[in-house]
């Protein structure tokens, strides 16, 4: 009586064996770097790569994969950069740039990469994320920006002629757009336009404020906490920023709208520290506007434009 055959062997081990033999084959020579890198790819985890259209929900199936909000959700620069998440022994972001060594990245609240460490979407090649996690031993996690994120948009406005595109004839064929005179008039016309409409800010923690009384009491105090340093790191970046390119005569009248956003930062860092105040209920509540002191609103010249208004023309 004869047992059971043994079971073939899988793809995976008849890859590594021909790979095995094609290093026995070519050693020393000048492909084996490429086998060697082949052969230790074959025991890593497999490779699961996300794509789709803009906003259809990559980051938010690989948050449920990973079973934790790792991935940024928001349109931030980040996510305009191929991120691979893998299991890690310890908690890393490293950016790996087309030229250069890899630079460390800052996370933002959550584990994700807050912004790039002042390089451009366009000259990383990839963000590699490590986070101890067990469901990223089987499989790493590669997030790729929206397939229309990039380059539909450019390729419509150059076919109306409001653009024009240049390829690089070499390396990777990189498209640098430019404004047409007819785009130059365009953009004019817009800037023109009336602009009635009222800001508008996508903010997650903003949300989750609203629904505080759902959740438990120290959520708030664990939330304001996050966004104390999210927004003290913000701040910081926006500094460095106006530091390196307040100067410049190239980009001065674009660095008002930093001092925008360096504003709201601050707005928001004082409002989520308010929440942390010793004694305050952990049920926030509105304070009144008549209480500009405490809001920070107000510090220059309201007091006497209230006082203009009580008194009324001369």
């Known amino acids: 009586m004869t047992g059971r055959p043994p079971p073939p062997p899988s793809l995976v081990d008849r890859v590594r064996g021909l790979v095995h033999r094609a290093c026995v084959v070519y050693g020393g020579g000048p492909a084996m770097p490429e086998l060697q890198a082949a052969a230790a790819r074959l025991d890593e985890p497999l490779r699961v790569a996300i794509a789709g259209r803009l906003k259809s929900g990559k980051s938010t199936l690989l948050n449920a994969l990973v ?44 584990g994700a990469a807050r912004d790039l460490g002042g390089l451009r979407p366009e000259d990383v090649d990839r963000l590699v994320v490590d986070w101890p996690s067990a469901a990223l031993r089987s499989m790493t996690l590669i997030d790729t920006p929206g397939l229309d994120s990039l ?14 595109a240049e390829t690089e004839n070499g390396g990777r064929r990189r498209r640098t757009f430019h404004l ?24 997650i923690a903003e949300l989750k404020l609203f629904f505080n009384e759902v959740g438990e009491p120290d959520d708030v105090v664990r939330l304001a906490r996050e966004q104390v340093q999210a927004h003290r790191e913000r701040i910081a970046v926006y500094e460095d920023m106006q530091k390196r390119y307040d100067e410049i005569d190239a980009v001065a009248r674009r660095m008002v ?44 010249g309201d007091d006497e434009h209230h006082e203009g208004r009580r008194r009324g023309p001369r």
């Not at 707005?267 to 308010?274: C, E, K, N, T």
């Open 67 to 110: 079973g934790q909000e790792l991935a940024a959700t928001d349109a931030g620069e980040c996510t305009r950069v191929v991120t691979w998440y893998r299991d890690g022994h310890t908690y890393r972001i490293l950016a790996h740039p087309h030229n250069g060594p890899p630079r460390p990245v800052t996370p933002g609240p959550t």
């Open 151 to 164: 380059s539909s948009e450019p390729v419509r406005l150059a076919e109306l002629g409001l653009l024009k």
């Open 180 to 203: 047409t005179e007819t785009g130059r008039d365009e953009l004019r016309e817009w800037l023109a336009e009336p602009t009635p409409e009222h800001f508008q800010m996508r903010d």
């Open 257 to 300: 709208t930093l001092r925008l956003g360096l504003e709201m930062e601050h707005a928001a860092l004082r409002f989520w520290s308010s929440l942390l105040e010793p004694g305050l209920d952990a049920r926030p509540r509105v304070r009144s506007a008549r209480s500009p002191r405490r809001s920070g609103v107000g510090r220059e």
